[in-house]
């Protein structure tokens, strides 16, 4: 089974531009949050969305944002850009409803860098 | 809202040594606790988690860990480890209401040499 994928895997940006990520789940998961990974304040929970809307949402501003597609596909927007947004950005796919499904599944990330 | 304590940020151990990275968790409620790896440039693996039952869990690559209610603690164990072990580690917890909002630690990096 393939895992979660995310595109694209390295991203450069200036202050102010607005920028896209995607990320396709396991097969079959439903769930979907994305996670910010820095340096300075580590894994920190962005938000989660499951049947194309959003369940969580973490403590960032509202210039992040997300949707769900039909097909459990989630894109993730962060609009004027920020030096401080350069991060990995981590999505991660669960189950959700019945036996085991507290674990979540990680991609590979998005490197995105603002200059 | 639930916390994450990772001890050592770093833990430098020779090859073939065994090793433990200690995580204790906070919370009003009852926990979930997992284990993930991360190797440079790579999102994370999960090694291994406690959801219920036995407190002693065993994950992959030879890793367990054991879950300690009363000394809210979860540490990771191994008892030889290898150079590809050589990774950042984070432990996490989640509850039943919070399910997919994982709270990580600030993560230990663990660095074994010849």
């Known amino acids: 089974k393939a895992g979660v994928t995310q595109t694209p895997r390295y991203l450069i940006k200036t202050r102010g531009q607005q920028v896209t990520l995607s990320c396709s789940p396991i097969?079959?998961?439903?769930?979907v949050s994305w996670y910010q990974q820095t340096p300075g304040q580590g894994l920190q929970f962005l938000f989660e969305?499951?049947?194309?809307?959003?369940?969580n949402k973490g403590n960032f501003p509202g210039r992040f944002s997300g949707r769900q597609f039909s097909n459990s596909r989630s894109e993730m927007n962060v609009s004027t850009l920020e030096l401080g947004d350069s991060a990995l950005y981590l999505c991660?796919?669960?189950?959700?409803?019945?036996?085991?499904?507290?674990?979540?599944?990680f991609g590979p990330g998005t490197r995105l860098t603002v200059t | 809202a639930q916390s994450v304590t990772q001890l050592d940020s770093q833990v430098p151990v020779f090859e073939e040594a065994p090793v433990e990275l200690r995580c204790n968790y906070s919370?009003?409620?009852?926990?979930?606790l997992f284990w993930y790896v991360q190797y440079p440039n790579q999102g994370l693996q999960l090694l291994l988690k406690?959801?219920?039952?036995?407190?002693l869990v065993k994950g992959i690559n030879g890793f367990e860990a054991e879950f300690n209610k009363s000394q809210t603690s979860f540490h990771l164990r191994k008892p030889s480890v290898h150079i590809s072990d050589t990774a950042e580690y984070f432990c996490?917890?989640?509850?039943?209401?919070?399910?997919?909002?994982?709270?990580f630690g600030t993560g230990t990096r663990l660095q074994v040499t010849l």
């Open positions: 097969s079959g998961h439903r769930s």
């Open positions: 406690y959801l219920s039952g036995s407190t």
């Open positions: 991660a796919s669960r189950r959700d409803g019945g036996g085991n499904s507290y674990e979540q599944y």
């Open positions: 996490a917890v989640t509850t039943t209401g919070t399910a997919s909002k994982l709270t």
């Open positions: 969305y499951f049947s194309e809307t959003q369940r």
């Open positions: 919370s009003s409620v009852s926990v979930y």
